[in-house]
């Protein structure tokens, strides 16, 4: 079993400043790609940035220059470091990993419970 676990969310005014957590434990054997995901009411959830082990990163439109994503493969850990927020960024965010599990040896998809970020005007 894998378990990821996210910290970091909360309040911020706008152009302010957060960074997010996600820490993978459990049967990992390896992880590939990890991601951050987030869903604001009403609408679906979306990619905000991911990282390949390797560290190649893509990023969604709306959040480019604005955020970095990056990971600490001994750690097994990803980062969103978020900077000049708007109000359009509230939203729960999700962090996600492709992870080859140890027990198995089977590559599984594995989300977090989810963080909320609230930007306020």
């Known amino acids: 079993q894998v378990q990821l676990v996210e910290s970091g969310g909360g309040l911020v005014q706008a152009g302010g400043s957060l960074r997010l957590s996600c820490a993978a434990s459990?049967?990992?054997?390896?992880?590939?790609?990890m991601g951050w995901y987030r869903q604001a009411p009403g609408k679906q959830r979306e990619l905000v940035a991911a990282?390949?082990?390797?560290?190649?990163?893509n990023y969604a439109d709306s959040v480019k220059g604005r955020f970095t994503i990056s990971r600490d493969n001994a750690k097994n850990t990803v980062y969103l470091q978020m900077n000049s927020l708007k109000p359009e960024d509230t939203a729960v965010y999700y962090c996600?990993?492709?992870?080859?599990?140890?027990?198995?040896?089977?590559?599984?998809?594995?989300w977090g419970q989810g963080t909320q970020v609230t930007v306020s005007s």
């Open positions: 996600n990993a492709a992870v080859l599990a140890r027990s198995t040896y089977r590559m599984g998809d594995y």
């Open positions: 459990g049967s990992i054997f390896s992880i590939n790609r």
């Open positions: 990282i390949t082990s390797g560290g190649t990163t």
